[in-house]
């Protein structure tokens, strides 16, 4: 089950395309415009910070030393995917999407 939203309405912003936008204060003190529809299906359920938190969990469940951002295509980890549970890594200059638990054997393990 998703977790309920985090905003609050605030006041009317414009409308676009038909649709309408809004004034939302997140839960965490941030001001945003979003489209109501969004907000109203569950699409949208915080300013960003939600996605932010998920991903800093996964993250630090990471094993030591692989935590690490690497710059261009350089070997290691890049990224967490909060919608599929994946980690996103560079191994041989290609980009490998792995679960942590392969992360962990094949870190462990010293190999690829």
């Known amino acids: ?23 939302y204060r997140c839960e965490c003190g941030t001001e945003k415009v979003i ?7 569950g699409l949208t359920r915080s300013c960003g910070c939600l996605r932010r938190e998920k991903a800093a969990i996964h993250i630090n469940n990471l094993p030591e030393g692989v935590r690490g951002r690497g710059a261009g295509r ?20 290609r980009r490998k999407y792995i679960t942590q638990e392969e992360l962990a054997e094949m870190y462990y393990s010293g190999g690829q």
């Open 1 to 23: 089950m998703r977790e309920p939203s985090r905003l609050t309405k605030l006041r009317y912003s414009h409308v676009k395309n038909e649709q309408s936008y809004f004034w």
């Open 35 to 41: 489209q109501k529809s969004s907000v109203l299906r």
């Open 74 to 93: 350089k070997p290691g980890f890049k990224g967490f995917n909060t919608n599929t549970g994946k980690v996103r890594i560079i191994v041989n200059g």
